[in-house]
């Protein structure tokens, strides 16, 4: 079974920095992309920022230049530096990895359980 944890949530003033990170674990084979998505309350889950096997990061426009993703293929791990933080970043943040098991024939989407963020003054 494979499990993705996040951690390194909290509570931080505008302007702030937070650095999330997750790891997955488990009978895995092979990660493709990974990413962080994030959902406030009342509004649609969207992405933030996404990073191939190879590196290739894609970003939400509202969080580029400010927003940096980052991944350990040894460790099956993901981090987002967020810095410069602002209320509206405020949101669920959950990481998402397409992951082959050692058993699987296809890549699989899994999901971590979620981790808050809040800015706030």
């Known amino acids: 079974q494979v499990q993705l944890v996040e951690s390194g949530g909290g509570l931080v003033q505008p302007g702030g920095s937070l650095r999330l990170s997750c790891a997955a674990s488990?009978?895995?084979?092979?990660?493709?992309?990974m990413g962080w998505h994030r959902q406030a309350p009342g509004k649609q889950r969207e992405l933030v920022a996404s990073?191939?096997?190879?590196?290739?990061?894609k970003y939400s426009d509202s969080v580029v230049g400010r927003f940096t993703i980052s991944r350990d293929n040894v460790k099956n791990t993901v981090a987002l530096q967020m810095n410069n933080l602002k209320p509206e970043d405020t949101a669920v943040y959950s990481c998402?990895?397409?992951?082959?098991?050692?058993?699987?024939?296809?890549?699989?989407?899994?999901w971590g359980q979620g981790t808050q963020v809040s800015v706030s003054s």
């Open positions: 998402n990895g397409l992951i082959l098991e050692r058993t699987g024939t296809t890549y699989r989407s899994y």
């Open positions: 990073i191939t096997s190879r590196g290739m990061t």
């Open positions: 488990g009978s895995i084979l092979s990660i493709a992309t």
